[in-house]
């Protein structure tokens, strides 16, 4: 027998989420998978329930984002895996905040880990795997047409925006964002505008997370650095946000499978 997810037109299948044709025109599922990949696909992994992690926290911090004015991709959470989502054309820069050395930037400028930066750095990467996601500069994103100047200057100020609320938001949560990656596409309104909005997702897969108290790691640098307990980590995120779900640890027979998503 088909599954309802295999009736469904894929559109993209990406490392962590599959995307399907949405129940209406302009709209897509994003489906969150189990897969946990990290330094460009070279080490991967099924940490079961992951993907439902995932689907909680980024549909709070997506709904907590909206209530401030960000404008999103997100419409709704569909089911455990899986939300409805606005199809947007994607700009093909990956925006990095960052709040404490971690990660590249530590490596790539011989900075100790943790050190606490003085103001919010943004980064940009250009988002092609067959080059690693490369980082650019404003430049290059103009000279090659990525995106325009305007696009350029409202993902930067949106970013920040998101930063400050965010670390808020987590540090009700006893966790300090140290970093995080953020995407953004391109939506056309009945007047035939193109409006900046906010998409993929945010979860501990794209934000480093501390512990406010200790510094222990909430995110994928647990996957990263083969400290285990990634699940463990994430469903504790999700409880301190609030947004635990029952059934993270459902059976791998019922993982993938999709449940049809509700008609509008
Ligand atoms: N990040 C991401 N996807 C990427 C690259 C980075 O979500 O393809 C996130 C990552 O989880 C971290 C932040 O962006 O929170 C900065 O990542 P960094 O540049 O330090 O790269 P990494 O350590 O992942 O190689």
């Given at each position: 027998?088909?599954?309802?997810?295999?009736?469904?037109?894929?559109?993209?299948?990406?490392?962590a989420?599959?995307?399907?044709?949405?129940?209406?025109?302009?709209?897509?599922?994003?489906y969150f998978k189990d897969d946990t990949t990290?330094?460009?696909?070279?080490?991967h992994e099924i940490i079961e329930g992951k993907g439902i992690l995932n689907n909680f926290i980024?549909?709070?911090?997506?709904?907590?984002?909206?209530?401030?004015?960000?404008?999103?991709?997100?419409?709704?959470?569909?089911?455990m895996r899986?939300?409805?989502?606005?199809?947007?054309?994607?700009?093909?820069?990956?925006?990095?905040?960052?709040?404490?050395?971690?990660?590249?930037?530590?490596?790539?400028?011989?900075?100790?880990?943790?050190?606490?930066?003085?103001?919010?750095?943004?980064?940009?990467?250009?988002?092609?795997?067959?080059?690693?996601?490369?980082?650019?500069?404003?430049?290059?994103?103009?000279?090659?047409?990525?995106?325009?100047?305007?696009?350029?200057?409202?993902?930067?100020?949106?970013?920040?925006?998101?930063?400050?609320?965010?670390?808020?938001?987590?540090?009700?949560?006893?966790?300090?964002?140290?970093?995080?990656?953020?995407?953004?596409?391109?939506?056309?309104?009945?007047?035939?505008?193109?409006?900046?909005?906010?998409?993929?997702?945010?979860s501990p897969d794209?934000?480093?997370?501390?512990?406010?108290?200790?510094?222990?790691?909430?995110?994928k640098?647990r996957f990263?650095?083969?400290?285990g307990g990634m699940k463990e980590a994430y469903q504790?995120?999700a409880?301190?946000?609030?947004?635990l779900p029952g059934g993270v640890n459902q059976n791998a027979e019922t993982r993938n499978q999709a449940?049809?998503?509700?008609?509008?």
């Amino acid at each position: 027998m088909l599954s309802a997810m295999s009736k469904r037109k894929k559109i993209y299948d990406g490392k962590a989420k599959t995307l399907f044709e949405g129940t209406q025109p302009g709209t897509l599922v994003q489906y969150f998978k189990d897969d946990t990949t990290a330094f460009n696909n070279k080490k991967h992994e099924i940490i079961e329930g992951k993907g439902i992690l995932n689907n909680f926290i980024s549909e709070y911090i997506m709904q907590r984002l909206g209530d401030i004015g960000i404008p999103t991709h997100f419409i709704k959470r569909l089911n455990m895996r899986e939300q409805l989502i606005k199809q947007v054309e994607i700009i093909p820069i990956e925006l990095v905040v960052r709040n404490v050395v971690a990660g590249s930037m530590a490596k790539r400028l011989g900075l100790e880990e943790g050190k606490v930066i003085g103001r919010p750095i943004v980064e940009f990467y250009y988002k092609n795997d067959d080059l690693g996601d490369p980082l650019v500069t404003d430049e290059h994103i103009f000279a090659f047409d990525w995106a325009s100047p305007f696009e350029i200057s409202g993902m930067v100020s949106l970013s920040l925006r998101i930063n400050d609320f965010l670390c808020g938001l987590f540090a009700g949560a006893g966790l300090r964002l140290i970093d995080f990656k953020l995407e953004y596409g391109r939506l056309q309104n009945e007047d035939e505008d193109t409006l900046l909005v906010l998409a993929d997702e945010i979860s501990p897969d794209s934000c480093r997370l501390w512990d406010m108290r200790t510094n222990e790691i909430f995110d994928k640098d647990r996957f990263r650095k083969d400290l285990g307990g990634m699940k463990e980590a994430y469903q504790e995120v999700a409880r301190r946000l609030g947004v635990l779900p029952g059934g993270v640890n459902q059976n791998a027979e019922t993982r993938n499978q999709a449940i049809e998503p509700e008609v509008e």
